[in-house]
């Protein structure tokens, strides 16, 4: 990993503000993991997953924010627990099933005894912090023996780095389609577009997302030899939403799309630049 040049008190005070403001302009549950399609694939692998533990008594999601995953499986467990440090996500958070309970407090260092939860959770949030290590200490220190730490939507490198290349190239004699200027936005400009169209700090958005900005994302093999330092056993990693999944899967069909993920999958790592994002899976 990088030296992030972000200290860890300026990335969550910047955290508070981009989702306080996100949350206070009805825009966070725009995101586009909000999708029906998103959530139908992790509504499946969290079937998936949860069918493997032996108990289904607490799971803990890290960075709950207006409660994606909560709403996602507070029918599997008895207690739910979020944890976040903005208030004004977690004020969104939907607690009418009357088995959830939020947290508001730092994920790496949570009020929790160790050894208590049978399932975690961290979706779309390892990237906001400055050390995602001290993190996964954590995640590994209240997880029960057997128990599964599954985190999603982690910015892959390879696919970063591979955009930042072609926009170099789109700047000099190549030409980019419709789908990679989008992700040349989307991947390396989301600041921009959110103080152009909200007024948001864009500087903020940056310290928010230290990951993303200064190590450029995650990289698989360091992720996993992280995590199995750390002391998790089954250490697994898939990678997710290739570029260009969703018109594939709007615009010809789904079929198509799983035809040609199948494809990417069966050429891993070669084709790991094409996919978007990370999926953690660890076995404490
Ligand atoms: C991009 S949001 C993800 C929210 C939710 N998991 C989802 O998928 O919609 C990231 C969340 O992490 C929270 N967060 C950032 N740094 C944190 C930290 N160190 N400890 C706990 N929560 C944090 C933010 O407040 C925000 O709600």
């Avoid at 467990?77 to 979020?82: N, P, Q, Y």
């Avoid at 390879?158 to 072609?166: E, P, R, Y």
């Avoid at 959110?194 to 310290?207: F, H, P, R, S, W």
Wanted: glycine share 6%.
């Amino acid at each position: 990993m990088n030296q992030s040049t972000v200290s860890k008190d300026e990335a969550i005070k910047a955290n508070i503000y981009v989702h306080a403001f996100l949350a206070n302009a009805g825009e966070y549950n725009k995101s586009p993991h909000f999708r029906p399609e998103n959530q139908d694939k992790v509504r499946n692998i969290l079937l998936r997953l949860t069918s493997e533990c032996n108990e289904k008594n607490k799971v803990i999601d890290f960075g709950c924010g207006t409660g994606f995953m909560i709403h996602l499986m507070r029918d599997l467990f008895e207690e739910v627990h979020g944890v976040d440090i903005t208030q004004d996500m977690m004020k969104q958070v939907d607690l009418s099933s009357g088995n959830v309970v939020l947290h508001e407090s730092l994920a790496e260092s949570t009020p929790f005894v160790a050894s208590i939860f049978d399932f975690a959770t961290a979706y779309s949030f390892m990237d906001h912090l400055v050390d995602y290590r001290v993190f996964l200490q954590e995640a590994y220190r209240v997880l029960k023996t057997g128990g599964v730490f599954y985190s999603d939507l982690n910015p892959n490198r390879d696919f970063i780095l591979a955009i930042s290349g072609a926009e170099k190239q789109a700047g000099g004699v190549l030409n980019t389609t419709p789908i990679v200027n989008r992700e040349i936005q989307g991947a390396l400009h989301n600041g921009e577009y959110y103080q152009q169209n909200y007024g948001m700090d864009a500087v903020l958005l940056e310290k928010a997302e230290p990951i993303k900005t200064h190590d450029k994302g995650f990289s698989a093999v360091e992720v996993l030899e992280a995590a199995r330092e750390i002391g998790f056993s089954d250490c697994r990693v898939e990678f997710e939403w290739f570029l260009g999944q969703a018109k594939v899967m709007h615009e010809q069909s789904r079929a198509d799309s799983d035809k040609v993920e199948q494809y990417l999958n069966s050429v891993l790592p070669v084709s790991s630049h094409l996919f978007k994002y990370l999926r953690f899976v660890f076995v404490k």
